[in-house]
């Protein structure tokens, strides 16, 4: 392991094989010291904060099996149509007095309608003369180029889209739509000259060598910015008595995904909180950025709490 350290410093991609052998068979306190020491070279100690707020909640027509804000499910979550804007603006200036780095609206769907992408992209305009220095990052499912070229010359930086898992196991979370829309949605973005943050949801029922393929899947897509949620089940989806993952799992997947991605921004989002007491374990096996405060529709850390904790842990955030 020392030597493949090296060579992933100097340069060397780690072969899936060789991703998978290390996964199953290193001791998990040897592999994410390593992970961490190649997070140290390539990434520093800058740690990345981003939140998002949700601005539209529910009834979204697809079946994916994880997804509280379906309507295929009865999951009792508040449904709303498009916030207002001045909602958006008192969480955005929220994020800017802690300076976090990106802020992302997201909105249920397949995809966005020309009317609510037209009231966004008015409010993206304002956004980014009013907070020039936080990046903006948008999530609105499934779009276009021209959609993703909106949203560009609003000022909006990032497009957020995940792949959710391997291009095997996608069939066993979701039928209403294809791996091929996400990689396409991912391609339009990049073609407008979008950043691209893309990742998946580990805990679903898939094997290691699913987690270990969108690995390889999201670095074939050119993508620097992945985040990896875990599942926390929620009643009345079909994943909804689903066992919650093992700490040891997930350190372990965020390893391997530094070892794989060595210049990518990982970041930990949704179902952080599976970590229990071991969340600092955790930000210290691989990862470059947090997602922060309260996501969509599970709860998370205050900022105030993972500020403190990212201190502790000898980190540095923007000043």
Do not use: W
């Not at 079909?238 to 997930?250: A, Q, R, Y």
């Not at 990862?287 to 709860?299: A, E, I, P």
């Amino acid at each position: 392991m020392e030597d493949i350290k090296y060579k992933i410093i100097n340069g060397y991609k780690l072969k899936k094989k060789e991703a998978i052998e290390v996964y199953r068979s290193l001791e998990l306190e040897e592999l994410y010291e390593i992970a961490n020491e190649v997070r140290q070279f390539f990434m520093g100690r800058k740690m990345d904060l981003c939140t998002i707020m949700n601005v539209k909640s529910g009834k979204c027509s697809e079946d994916c099996r994880y997804c509280a804000q379906s309507a295929h499910y009865e999951t009792g979550i508040e449904e709303y149509s498009l916030i207002n804007e001045e909602e958006i603006f008192r969480r955005a200036k929220e994020n800017a007095k802690y300076k976090v780095d990106r802020f992302s609206l997201v909105t249920s769907g397949k995809g966005i309608s020309d009317t609510d992408l037209d009231k966004l992209i008015d409010i993206y305009k304002k956004l980014n003369d009013t907070f020039p220095e936080m990046n903006l990052c948008a999530s609105h499912g499934i779009i276009t180029y021209e959609q993703a070229a909106k949203l560009k010359k609003a000022g909006v930086k990032t497009y957020h889209h995940n792949l959710e898992t391997s291009k095997r196991f996608y069939q066993k979370i979701c039928t209403t739509h294809t791996y091929k829309d996400r990689t396409n949605t991912i391609l339009n973005a990049t073609k407008a000259g979008l950043t691209v943050c893309s990742g998946g949801i580990i805990g679903m029922g898939e094997t290691v060598f699913d987690r270990i393929n969108m690995a390889y899947e999201l670095k074939k897509l050119g993508v620097k910015s992945i985040p990896i949620n875990v599942l926390m089940p929620v009643h009345g989806t079909p994943f909804g008595d689903s066992k919650i993952l093992e700490p040891t799992e997930i350190l372990r997947t965020i390893a391997i995904y530094r070892l794989i991605l060595p210049d990518a921004n990982i970041r930990f989002a949704g179902g952080r909180i599976a970590m229990g007491e071991q969340q600092k374990e955790a930000l210290t096996s691989g990862l470059n950025g947090v997602m922060v405060g309260n996501y969509l529709t599970t709860t998370g850390n205050s900022i105030e709490e993972d500020l403190q904790m990212i201190k502790e842990l000898g980190f540095t955030t923007n000043e």
